[in-house]
Structure formats: structure tokens, C-alpha cells
T-cell receptor
Framework: GIQVEQSPPDLILQEGANSTLRCNFSDSVNNLQWFHQNPWGQLINLFYIPSGTKQNGRLSATTVATERYSLLYISSSQTTDSGVYFCAVVYNTDKLIFGTGTRLQVFP | EPEVTQTPSHQVTQMGQEVILRCVPISNHLYFYWYRQILGQKVEFLVSFYNNEISEKSEIFDDQFSVERPDGSNFTLKIRSTKLEDSAMYFC??????????FGPGTRLTVT
């Protein structure tokens, strides 16, 4: 089956810093989503991005489907950005296959 | 914006008991899913449901699990005889077309 790897596994930032999170996948995918899991465990959909680039406020994402990776950019990080970030791909059926996650901690 | 809702937010049960987790998907969505996340691990697919039947299930989704859409709005996950290893966060998701999916807030199941 497809492998979905995220890096780095852990990231510690000071408020105001920028960061890039990476998601690599081992085969062609039909769709890709980025999620933020907040400290209460809720999964918040950030982007639905099978290809190209999207921006939403301080967050943006780019997926290069031909090279099998996606990047999530967080600019001017805030403490509320803390949590775990997951990418998830749709492979040969419509289920989502989640990556291993990046745990982000932002300190004031 | 419409959201997926789940009840209860937290359920504590004893090993061997039956539990039913409830979800109300977004109203015009046609595809429904259950995922689970054991504490500290990644989110895993359990089952997908379309047109009143299971369209796909994972190895985790054994005979102890069942899903149902009892009416036009609810989507339930039943675990017949809970085990300690069923302790996890259970997420319901729905989709209009089978692509972009919205997730509910989750039900934390604790089996003692």
C-alpha cells in the first residue's frame, strides 16, 4: 500500500517564526488534505489540495503531485498554531490515508 | 458553514459492554466514514458507507463493529463487545462527492 511520511516529526518554534512542514507519499494520489489536530483532539480541515498552491491567511500549501510531495507553510506562527498537523491522501479508493503527523509547539 | 456533529464527546464503558457512537453528517452529503485514532498515533480508516451499504472496510473493522444509518440524518458506529484496545478517539466524516471530507469533533471512548 501507499506510504505517507511527514517531516519533521516534532517542531518547536518561538512565536512569530515561520515553518515548513513536508508530506511525502510513495505513489500517485487522487487527492490530498491537510489537517490541524488541536490540543482538544479535534481535526480541523486546513486545505483540500490535490495539486497547486492555496493560501488561507498565514497558512499556505503547495502540492507537487508529479514529485509526490506536499508542503504546508505557516508564517508568523502563534501559540494557537500548536498541535499536530496531518496530511492525508486519497489513493485508489475514497478513503483517506493519514500520514505520521508533525507535532508543532509554539512558545510565546 | 454546516458541520459534522458527534455524540457523546466522551464515553466510558466497561470491557464487554456494547457502545453506540452517533454522528450527524452534513445534510446533503452522501458518503460517510468512521476513523479512529489511538492516543498518540495516526488516524486510521475504519469503514466507508454509501447508498445504505458498506463500500469499504479495513482490517480493524471486524465482526465486533457495525454501522447503520437508521434514518435520514444519523450515522452510527456500534461496537458489540468492547475490548481495552478499542479505547481511542473515533471520528465521523462525510463528503458530498467522496473527495474532500469534513470531520466531526470526535468521540473519546475509554474502555476500562
Amino acid at each position: 500500500g501507499i506510504q505517507v511520511e511527514q517531516s519533521p516529526p516534532d517542531l518547536i518554534l518561538q512565536e512569530g517564526a515561520n515553518s515548513t512542514l513536508r508530506c511525502n507519499f510513495s505513489d500517485s494520489v487522487n487527492n490530498l488534505q491537510w489537517f490541524h489536530q488541536n490540543p482538544w483532539g479535534q481535526l480541523i480541515n486546513l486545505f483540500y489540495i490535490p495539486s497547486g498552491t492555496k493560501q488561507n491567511g498565514r497558512l499556505s500549501a503547495t502540492t507537487v503531485a508529479t514529485e509526490r510531495y506536499s508542503l504546508l507553510y505557516i508564517s508568523s506562527s502563534q501559540t494557537t498554531d500548536s498541535g499536530v498537523y496531518f496530511c492525508a491522501v486519497v489513493y485508489n479508493t475514497d478513503k483517506l490515508i493519514f500520514g505520521t503527523g508533525t507535532r508543532l509547539q509554539v512558545f510565546p | 458553514e454546516p458541520e459534522v456533529t458527534q455524540t457523546p464527546s466522551h464515553q466510558v464503558t466497561q470491557m464487554g459492554q456494547e457502545v453506540i457512537l452517533r454522528c450527524v453528517p452534513i445534510s446533503n452529503h452522501l458518503y460517510f466514514y468512521w476513523y479512529r485514532q489511538i492516543l498518540g498515533q495516526k488516524v486510521e480508516f475504519l469503514v466507508s458507507f454509501y447508498n445504505n451499504e458498506i463500500s469499504e472496510k479495513s482490517e480493524i473493522f471486524d465482526d465486533q463493529f457495525s454501522v447503520e444509518r437508521p434514518d435520514g440524518s444519523n450515522f452510527t458506529l456500534k461496537i458489540r463487545s468492547t475490548k481495552l484496545e478499542d479505547s481511542a478517539m473515533y471520528f465521523c466524516a462525510s463528503s458530498q462527492t467522496g473527495t474532500g471530507k469534513g470531520f466531526g469533533p470526535g468521540t473519546r471512548l475509554t474502555v476500562t
